[in-house]
């Protein structure tokens, strides 16, 4: 089976650092994607980690470790406007962007 | 450079009814993949083509459901004889050809929400 676990629910204060944690069991594992939902609205793409380590954008970061099946989101310098849905997302075929989606995690920033 | 447009925005049918869901993916995407979302929960996996061809419908309900994405024209979700459970937001999702490897980026749009009587 396919599973990704995520925090259902994270809040956090502007100017604040958070942090989106994602486990993963996958038949297939080629990388790890993470995305923004605003009141279901059309996802959009933030990060993806095919290797291990830290990728940095701006005021997020996205880390993955293959040998523990984890990732996470970091989103510094919160901002209300930051309050969304956020997915991690494994991308499941080899040479094809299918990718299973987590359960998502409600952020809410509060003033 | 338009997005992913998917039309309707909103479709209300009863029980019974048949539902067509469109997208058109963004210029120079030929792979699309199409994903339901119920209220405060994820996005399923259903389907992913390209031009004229299925290439995964490992997600797709064996029956009413059917995808296709013709050389003209653009992709077509069909829902047959809908049922209350089908009310949901379907999203559209295309990518570039991936030349061997993928980059993780989907690129969305905004998706049809189906409301069943």
């Known amino acids: 089976g396919q599973s990704l676990e995520q925090p259902s629910e994270v809040t956090a204060v502007e100017g604040a650092i958070v942090q989106i944690n994602c486990t993963y069991q996958?038949?297939?594992?080629?990388?790890l994607s993470w995305y923004q939902q605003h009141d279901g609205g059309a996802p959009t793409f933030l990060s993806y980690?095919?290797?291990?380590g830290l990728e940095e954008t701006g005021r997020f970061s996205s880390f993955l470790s293959r040998s523990d099946s984890y990732g996470y989101l970091l989103l510094q310098e919160l901002q209300m406007k930051d309050s969304a849905s956020y997915f991690c997302?494994?991308?499941?075929?080899?040479?094809?962007?299918?990718?299973?989606f987590g359960t998502g995690t409600l952020l809410a920033v509060q003033p | 450079n338009a997005g992913v447009m998917q039309n309707p925005r909103h479709l209300v049918r009863r029980r019974g009814q048949e539902a067509r869901l469109r997208c058109s993916p963004m210029?120079?995407?030929?792979?699309v993949y199409w994903y339901r979302q119920l209220p405060e929960e994820g996005l399923k996996f259903m389907v992913y083509l390209q031009k004229e061809n299925i290439i995964d419908e490992s997600g797709m309900p064996k029956e009413r459901f059917s995808a296709e994405f013709p050389k003209e024209g653009p992709s077509i979700l069909r829902i047959q004889q809908v049922v209350r459970g089908d009310s949901a937001a379907y999203f559209c999702a295309s990518s570039p050809p991936s030349r061997g490897r993928g980059t993780g980026e989907l690129f969305f749009g905004e998706g049809s929400r189906l409301t069943v009587l």
């Open positions: 980690n095919a290797l291990d």
């Open positions: 210029k120079g995407h030929s792979h």
């Open positions: 997302a494994v991308r499941a075929g080899g040479a094809t962007n299918k990718l299973i």
């Open positions: 996958t038949s297939g594992f080629y990388g």
